[in-house]
């Protein structure tokens, strides 16, 4: 059967999350994508379950925070995301908590602080564990759910890095990685044709803290590059990802949105 046009014919009702739950991975930080994409779901009425790594107390303060604010339920898991076993622990437990999930933003992920030369085996394994292996790991693990019930949306946080070769730092193993979660989601859109929509995300550089470590001059080089001449606030991201989960994307499958100041137009 094919994906329904929705009912609602006010562009309101169709971007409402009322009665949806939605699941965000990798959103324990304080001002980061993850947070931000649960807070825009939240901010239209949906039920949210975020996942934490390695900081249980940003985990639960977000969900606290978005409880409190948007009057909605949400719920804090620990998720390890390179492991299949603890990705479907998850989602059994979100089920059992929350009914049902009707979409699944994939957006748990790591950077890479080197080139494949200077970098180790190591390095480059637990960036694409993370990063691509990690994504495959959340599909798979939600999408018999979505086949069950017959819906579901499925949104990755790619990056423009899946598109060009950052410049002047190194990152090999995180542009292969995002690349392949690019072309992921166009595989799965196909795969998944009859019961659930998947799209990405392709950010450029966000101002997410995760990239304090770099030295200045390299920062002033990257602004140099971006048409819009500064980084995004992770804020500017959180349409699309309402969008993409909602009811007036269901005609938007196998897409990737590039939300990159203009980066990749040059």
Request: proline residues 3%; hydrophobic residues 40%; glycine residues 10%.
């Amino acid at each position: 059967m094919p994906i329904e046009i929705p009912k609602a014919n006010s562009l309101m009702d169709m971007f409402s999350l009322k009665g949806k739950v939605v699941v965000v991975t990798g959103a324990s930080g304080p001002r980061g994508m993850g947070i931000e994409a649960a807070r825009g779901c939240a901010e239209m009425g949906a039920d949210l379950a975020i996942t934490y790594s390695s900081r249980p107390e940003g985990g639960e303060k977000n969900a606290k925070e978005l409880a409190a604010t948007y009057g909605v339920k949400v719920k804090a898991y620990k998720l390890d995301i390179g492991s299949y076993d603890s990705v479907e622990k998850l989602v059994k437990e979100v089920i059992q908590e929350f009914g049902k999930i009707d979409a699944f933003i994939a957006n748990a992920g790591r950077t890479a602080d080197s080139g494949i030369l200077d970098g180790s085996v190591q390095d480059w394994n637990e960036v694409i564990q993370t990063d691509l292996n990690g994504t495959f790991h959340c599909a798979k693990a939600v999408g018999q759910h979505f086949k069950e019930r017959g819906t579901g949306s499925f949104v990755i946080t790619a990056s423009m890095s899946g598109h060009i070769a950052n410049f002047p730092q190194e990152q090999t193993s995180y542009n292969v990685a995002k690349a392949g979660c690019i072309h992921m989601a166009r595989s799965l859109a196909n795969e998944w044709r009859d019961f659930a929509r998947v799209n990405s995300i392709s950010p450029g550089y966000i101002d997410t803290g995760l990239s304090d470590f770099v030295d200045q001059k390299t920062q002033a080089l990257w602004k140099s590059m971006i048409p819009m001449g500064r980084d995004g606030d992770a804020k500017e991201l959180k349409g699309a990802y309402v969008y993409l989960v909602s009811d007036a994307s269901t005609y938007t499958t196998g897409a990737d949105i590039v939300i990159d100041g203009g980066y990749t137009c040059r």
